[in-house]
């Protein structure tokens, strides 16, 4: 049983519309929580934005039955409040338990103090947002800021669109390290399946690890020599090579144990859930030992070069790109590039993960999906990485201006078009982008710590979401700062 709030009040609880914050704090939470508490106090809004929470909730379970979970309202806080903060979930965890008004947005009062969140709660609660929710209800939150900000003018929206890499919890790739990581789960899970079937094979299986380490450290550290003797090279290269065969050799000897374990105790009892888990992701790991063996083989004794598309870069996070974007004193990142579009507001209009693509193969398509959620969108500015005659053609019919700038040499028109007053003061306006990302990194954003593809994309619109609330909240503190002072002024000139 999921509610979307608890509708009656306990004894001791504050009406959230009462809640009050600090209109002088600087941190980010106070902003935050303003922002969250806008659209919960708004009907409209929080009409809008509990409806699309609703779909979290499998429409085939009977919501009058079962245990009370978590309710919707708590999970969006605490989701947008992790990556607002940059937190984990140990720090998620730690403050939902012990932060005052955070507990009194969450629908705690006074008589609440022995409730507590257990960390394992939070987690798979907040696992249950989905980029498709989480960018519908950015839609509403953005919406409803140029409600606030412009007023009663109707200004028509101005953006940047720019892309930065957000980085995966990956270590810095090698083809031995990955082979390593690929036989150290694979003991880990072979042990374990053993101990599961109560099988006596592997109950050496910490040594074999021990034996495979030394093995890696030894091709770590060896080098090619660099002296200008041909026989001394020739004397480093075979020790090179001749450490890389050892270390092949005994990875095979795990895989060949393992087949072994594997034919002679298959599973039978489909029941042993756990056991079928460990079966898959043994298969799994076996499969990344033999790219990583094949791999090795080719490059170190063969001497052949390996084509870049067949490389992996993770074996526990498949997806990571390695990306070059040509930045001083950065060679390579790993992950993904992430493209996104900011008003004149500093809102965060619309993101896009870039799986395999670059800037100038998602121009269009981007901006004419940011086109169809706001209308009023009359004009972008972007980098040279998204120029291209075709981009800049159907861009000028989907935007009545387009700030885009040539790569190479420049035409007498083209000349004459970036050096107008209008394209450079529009040039000059996009780094305000730089900014945004900036912010962006900072509140999350500069490495993802959730798994997997699907993990990566809840990550980023949630940080999106929560730093579009930050803004609205910040926006509403400051104008009550505004009016407090006024207020005081008005006292002041009265007392004199």
């Not at 605490?78 to 607002?84: A, F, I, K, P, S």
């Not at 040539?406 to 004459?416: F, T």
Request: net charge positive.
């Amino acid at each position: 049983m999921r509610k979307l709030e608890e509708l009656q009040m306990k004894l001791g609880e504050e009406d959230i519309s009462r809640i009050q914050f600090d209109p002088r704090s600087r941190d980010e939470i106070p902003k935050l929580l303003e922002g969250l508490k806008y659209l919960y106090c708004t009907p409209l809004i929080k009409k809008e934005v509990f409806k699309i929470l609703e779909e979290i909730t499998p429409k085939e379970v009977n919501t009058d039955n079962g245990r009370p979970g978590m309710t919707l309202w708590k999970i969006l806080v605490l989701g947008t409040l992790r990556l607002n903060c940059n937190w984990d979930f140990d720090k998620v965890h730690e403050i939902a338990n012990q932060h005052k008004t955070l507990r009194r947005m969450l629908g705690h009062g006074f008589l609440d103090d022995n409730k507590e969140y257990a960390i394992q709660t939070i987690k798979d609660n907040v696992q249950l947002l989905t980029p498709e929710i989480l960018d519908r209800i950015n839609e509403i939150v953005v919406k409803e800021g140029h409600k606030l900000m412009m007023g009663k003018k109707k200004e028509k929206i101005k953006a940047s669109c720019d892309s930065f890499v957000v980085k995966t919890d990956v270590h810095y790739p090698t083809d031995i390290n990955l082979l390593f990581d690929a036989i150290r789960k694979l003991i880990e899970c072979i042990g374990l399946f053993c101990k599961k079937q109560e099988i006596s094979d592997w109950r050496q299986n910490k040594h074999n690890l021990k034996v495979i380490k030394r093995s890696f450290r030894k091709c770590q550290n060896i080098r090619y020599s660099n002296s200008k003797s041909l026989e001394k090279k020739e004397a480093g290269k075979k020790r090179y090579e001749e450490a890389h065969e050892e270390y092949l050799g005994l990875a095979k000897e795990v895989l060949t144990k393992v087949g072994h374990t594997i034919k002679k105790h298959p599973v039978i009892d489909v029941s042993l859930l756990e056991v079928l888990t460990l079966m898959i992701e043994i298969e799994g790991y076996v499969k990344h030992a033999e790219r990583q063996i094949d791999q090795i083989r080719r490059r170190v004794i063969e001497g052949k070069v390996i084509p870049h598309e067949e490389k992996v870069f993770s074996i526990f996070e498949e997806h990571t790109e390695w990306i070059v974007k040509g930045k001083a004193g950065v060679r390579q990142e790993l992950g993904h590039l992430v493209a996104v579009v900011k008003d004149q507001f500093n809102l965060i209009l619309n993101h896009r993960v870039m799986e395999k693509e670059r800037d100038v193969e998602i121009a269009v398509s981007f901006i004419s999906e940011t086109k169809k959620r706001y209308p009023d969108l009359v004009s972008c500015s972007f980098d040279r990485g998204y120029y291209s005659l075709e981009n800049k053609e159907k861009l000028g019919l989907i935007l009545e201006q387009v700030t885009l700038s040539k790569r190479g040499k420049l035409s007498i028109a083209e000349k004459e078009l970036e050096s107008s007053e209008i394209f450079l003061q529009a040039k000059r306006k996009h780094s305000a982008v730089e900014s945004s990302i900036s912010a962006l990194e900072n509140h999350g954003l500069d490495r993802c710590l959730d798994n997997g593809i699907h993990g990566y994309k809840r990550y980023i619109s949630l940080a999106v979401l929560a730093r579009n609330i930050q803004i609205v909240g910040h926006w509403i503190q400051q104008r009550r700062l505004k009016w407090k002072r006024r207020k005081e002024k008005q006292k002041w000139k009265r007392a004199a």
